[in-house]
């Protein structure tokens, strides 16, 4: 006689095995990875200051779902324009998550400006699929702090010219006889910001 506790497991891990193999194929086994980039592709690294966009991808199955626990390796170029992750390596591997993202942490840009790939290789289930991740390292003046010093520039140009004119207007001329002072013009010119020497 079967119990119904017995039954109820029974059940239970049946529809764990469906749960495990849904849109699989072979027992719940992978039949294709796909990986894509969702960070880094791109990006400008800024060698001033060591930092770098850390790249991120994401692994997913044949029906576009994530894969979780999958292994992926971050490789940078041995030579050149590229960066090394924690300790100067340059790989780091890491797994997927639940979302099947993996995020290449820590990853610092070598002084070396130009082009260069980040080789992305990823494997789960004795299936593997590689990309590549393209980024570029380069002298980055700092564009936010060059807009900033010019908008204050701009500002510092026209409140001095309208001081200049407050001046003129206050020495102008008096009509009291004695002689009015030549005026002043000031004309703001356009100001030029450069790179730090």
Known sequence: MVTKPVIASALLLSLLAQTASYGYQDGGQIQKLNIEIVEGEGAVNNIRQRMAREPMVQVTDENRKPVAGAAVVFLLPNQGAGG?????AKSLTTLTDANGNAV????????LSGQYQVRVTASHQGKTVSTAINMTNAAVGGAV????ALKWLLILGAAGGAAAGAVVATTGGNGGGTPSRPSTTVT??????GAPR
Do not use: C, D, E, K
């Open 84 to 88: 090394t992750f924690a300790n100067g």
């Open 104 to 111: 290449a942490r820590g990853l610092q840009a070598n002084r």
């Open 145 to 148: 702090a060059t807009g900033a």
């Open 188 to 193: 703001p010119g356009t100001p030029s910001v």
